[in-house]
C-alpha cells in the first residue's frame, strides 16, 4: 500500500471534494493519502519547496510552481461569478476607486497610499488586483479570514475578500468596490481561473494518471452524495453555517472542478500567458496539464 502526500485547504469546497477519496468512499486501489490542512498561501509555499506530493494552490501561485507540479484534469475552481471581490469600508474610497476602474476622474487619486489588506502574495485574488488597480501597491499579507475585521478596526483601507467572506461582509457594514471575478470576465470572456490540483512531475506516470482519475471519481461521488460528508465538512468549516457552508460549496464546485475541459484549459492558458507578458510571473516553457486534451476528453467519456 503506497501513501501519498496530499495538502488542501479545510475550507467546504475543498473537504467536499475530497472526502470520498480520503474516507474510502471510493476505490483508492490500494492507495493512501496523508492528508495536510492549510490555508491556501501556506499552500503555495509549500509548493515552492515541492513539499507535497498532491496539493491544492492558487493558479497564481502554479506559475512559480510549474517546474515542480503539473496540473491535474479534476479538483480545480473554475467558475464564473466566483471571484474575488475588494471591498471597503469608506464610501467615498470606493466612489474614488470605482472611478479609477472606469477610467474617468479618479486619476488624481494616489493609490500607493491606499493600504490593502490581501489574502497572499500569490493567491490569484492578489494576481487579479494587479490587473485591475497595479498602482495598489502598499499590500498587507493577512489571512483571509481576518480581513473584514482588519477593515473595520481601521488597519487597512480596503481588502481583498475570498471563500466564504463575500457572504458575510455586507452583514459588517462593508461596502463592494469591485468583483475582480465579473472583471476578468468581462474583459476576457473566460471562466476565472482561482485554484487547482496539482501532482508532482517526478512521481511514475501511471501512478500521476491513477491519481488524476481518483480525483474525480471522488468528484462525482460527492456531486452524487452532496450529503454524506457533511460531519466532515462541518468539522473544518470554522462553525460556519450551513447555509453559508453549501453556497460555499455551489459557488466553487462546478462541471470544471470534475474536469476541466477545453474552456478550462483555455481559462488557464490565457492567465499564464497574460501574466507572462505583463511579467507578473516568471516565464515557464513547462506542459501545465498532466493530460493532453483528447486523454482528458476520452476519460470523461
Known amino acids: 500500500m503506497k501513501t501519498i502526500t496530499l495538502g488542501f485547504s479545510p475550507c467546504p469546497n475543498d473537504t467536499f471534494i475530497f472526502d470520498a477519496l480520503i474516507h474510502g468512499k471510493i ?11 492549510h490555508d491556501v498561501e501556506t499552500l503555495n509555499h509549500q509548493a515552492f519547496a515541492g513539499a507535497l506530493d498532491v496539493t491544492k494552490l492558487s493558479y497564481h501561485a502554479f506559475a512559480y510552481a510549474a517546474d515542480t507540479y503539473e496540473l491535474l484534469d479534476a479538483g480545480s475552481a473554475l467558475g464564473f461569478g466566483v471571484g474575488p471581490l475588494l471591498i471597503a469600508k469608506d464610501v467615498a474610497l470606493v466612489e474614488q476607486l470605482q472611478q ?8 488624481s487619486l494616489d493609490q500607493s497610499k491606499i ?4 489574502p497572499g502574495k ?13 498602482q495598489l501597491v502598499n499590500k498587507v499579507e493577512l489571512v483571509f479570514s481576518d480581513i473584514e475585521e482588519a477593515l473595520l478596526d481601521g488597519r ?6 475570498i471563500h466564504e467572506n463575500r457572504f458575510t461582509y455586507q452583514d459588517k457594514g462593508l461596502l463592494k468596490v469591485v468583483d475582480l ?10 471562466p476565472i481561473p482561482l485554484g487547482g490540483i496539482v501532482v ?16 474525480r471519481q471522488s468528484v462525482q461521488f460527492a456531486f452524487e452524495n452532496p450529503k454524506s460528508g457533511l460531519a466532515y465538512i462541518k468539522q473544518h468549516a470554522q462553525a460556519m453555517e450551513e447555509e453559508v457552508m453549501y453556497k460555499h460549496i455551489e459557488l466553487y464546485v462546478n462541471r470544471f472542478s470534475e474536469d476541466l475541459g477545453e474552456e478550462g484549459r483555455a481559462a488557464i492558458q490565457y492567465m499564464f500567458d497574460e501574466a507572462q507578458q505583463l511579467n507578473i510571473v516568471p516565464e515557464s516553457r513547462q506542459k501545465l496539464f ?7 476528453e476520452k476519460k470523461t467519456v
Open 181 to 190: 471575478g465579473d472583471y476578468w470576465e468581462r474583459t476576457t470572456g473566460f
Open 290 to 296: 498532466l493530460t493532453n486534451r483528447e486523454e482528458s
Open 200 to 215: 508532482k512531475r517526478s512521481l511514475d506516470a501511471d501512478l500521476k494518471l491513477k491519481i488524476n482519475t481518483l480525483v
Open 156 to 161: 487597512i483601507d480596503v481588502g481583498l475578500i
Open 122 to 134: 500569490f493567491t490569484t485574488a492578489n494576481f487579479l488586483l494587479s490587473l485591475a488597480f497595479p
Open 100 to 107: 479609477v476602474l472606469d477610467d474617468t476622474t479618479g486619476s
Open 115 to 118: 493600504r490593502v489588506g490581501i
Open 27 to 37: 476505490d483508492t486501489g490500494g492507495l493512501t493519502f496523508a492528508v495536510e490542512y
